[in-house]
């Protein structure tokens, strides 16, 4: 039985079968780009623990930090002894965050927890309750935060009821609505909130500028900042989530950037912090302040540990410039994903930003379907993923129908490491679309 075998027998005995695991080899220790197993695999890491480890795994400021840090103190309880971490936090959010307006931030522990913030903030600031979400967006999975994520299975299957006030729009999603544009796509949207919300009662529209887990969808131009100026024109905060989006991923410190749209409020989380749980809200600072002192917190929310981890984190971003090199990913994996698009019929399109990109698989051939566009084609998808995961290439499916293939390698890896993955991907397409 090798070493991963036994883990997996006492993980089996142990572990709630509702916690799942996508590999079943147990991890020992990783270094930039690559983790190596219990067994001594070592592993070409194209996921980053779902968009975290964007500086890398053992990333040498974010170990020291962490290991100062420890020695001095780990917890307080921010509500109570404050300490400098948490500012500092707070403060390279605020100077990051799109736009130039003063802002103010507040830190929790997860992306899920700074969604719902962002929710009760824009709540009490404006004093409406409804919030309009989209078609394949995934914001968590706490309670309110399932009533914000679109996908049922495996998400929110009886574990309803679900919070109320949520409305969901269609999104724009070019493969699959026929290509409108990103001012028609809005305008569906838009004209749908009003007729059946009301423009008067949204408190704010919650959106990924690019979409995660619900397939790595990018709107058409136009449609982000279509949404921004109606809410800006109606009253209600624009709410981007940029927890998978964010710190340098898509090759701007965030994605709204790109767009050149500037948000009320943004939640961050994932690669803040090097892999240590932190997130963070941030927005307006007449909105953040709108709210009473001790209306938000919790007990272990801007953690000192995970505060020093992002102070480093973010200093690492800067040296390094993380953003040139998610545009550097980019220009290297782009022109090598469309190749075997035109290769491999499968592959019904190649998306993303930065080094948030990915291939949708179809079913070849045909272009209609109930899911709008050429069907979706899981099998070949999960197929793909454990060819990749059989040859040492850790990557990640996606989407409402599964048939997305995600790729979100670490921010730092190498050439020659990039490389050797795009390689392992192009076998596996190839022995999959055979
Ligand atoms: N908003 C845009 O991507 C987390 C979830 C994986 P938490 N995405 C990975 C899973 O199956 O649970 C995510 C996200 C966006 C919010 C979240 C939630 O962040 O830190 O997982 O709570």
Redesign the pocket.
């Known amino acids: 039985m090798t070493a991963s075998e036994e883990l997996h027998r006492r993980r089996t005995a142990a572990v709630s079968r509702g916690v799942s695991s996508m590999l079943s080899s147990y991890m020992s220790h990783g270094n930039g780009a690559t983790v190596t197993d219990v067994d001594g695999q070592e592993w070409i890491d194209f996921g980053s623990g779902?968009?975290v480890t964007s500086v890398g795994h053992a990333s040498p400021r974010v170990i020291e930090a962490v290991q100062t840090q420890v020695e001095l103190f780990t917890h307080t309880c921010f509500m109570v002894a404050p300490y400098e971490g948490y500012v500092a936090v707070c403060e390279a959010l605020n100077e990051l965050t799109p736009g130039h307006h003063e802002k103010k931030s507040a830190l929790f522990n997860?992306?899920?927890?700074?969604?719902e913030n962002a929710v009760k903030i824009a709540r009490h600031a404006t004093g409406r309750s409804a919030i309009v979400v989209f078609d394949h967006a995934?914001?968590?999975?706490?309670n309110l935060?399932m009533a914000l994520t679109a996908k049922n299975m495996p998400?929110k299957h009886r574990f309803g009821p679900f919070a109320g006030e949520i409305s969901r729009a269609p999104m724009s999603y070019p493969l699959r609505d026929g290509g409108l544009t990103g001012a028609a796509a809005a305008a569906r949207a838009l004209d749908l909130v009003e007729k059946q919300v009301g423009a008067e009662n949204v408190a704010a529209v919650l959106i990924?500028p690019i979409?995660?887990?619900g397939g790595f969808v990018v709107p058409a131009p136009g449609f982000l900042p279509a949404l921004s100026a109606w809410a800006t024109a109606h009253g209600a905060l624009f709410i981007a989530?940029?927890?998978?989006?964010g710190f340098c991923r898509t090759g701007d410190w965030f994605a709204c950037e790109h767009e050149a749209v500037v948000p009320d409020l943004v939640?961050t989380?994932?690669g803040i912090a090097g892999g240590l749980?932190l997130?963070g809200v941030t927005g307006r600072a007449d909105v953040m302040d709108a709210i009473h002192p001790s209306g938000l917190g919790g007990t272990y929310g801007g953690n000192p540990v995970a505060c020093a981890a992002a102070v480093a984190t973010i200093a690492t971003m800067r040296q390094l410039h993380l953003f040139a090199a998610a545009r550097h990913l980019e220009s290297v994996l782009l022109p090598r994903l469309e190749e075997l698009a035109a290769k491999h019929a499968i592959v019904g399109e190649v998306r993303g930003r930065g080094a948030m990109l990915a291939i949708e698989l179809v079913e070849p051939g045909v272009t209609t379907s109930a899911a709008g566009g050429p069907p979706p084609n899981p099998a070949a998808t999960q197929a793909l993923a454990r060819e990749c995961h059989a040859a040492g290439l850790l990557v990640l499916t996606c989407g409402t129908y599964g048939n997305v293939l995600r790729l979100l390698p670490p921010l730092v890896i190498d050439d020659e490491t990039l490389q050797r993955g795009l390689d392992i991907f192009a076998d596996a397409l190839a022995s999959v679309s055979n």
Not at 110 to 115: D, F, H, I, L, N
């Open positions: 779902i968009a997860s992306g899920a927890e700074a969604v995934y914001h968590g999975r706490t935060t998400y990924e979409q995660g887990e989530d940029e927890i998978q989006t939640t989380a994932k749980p997130a």
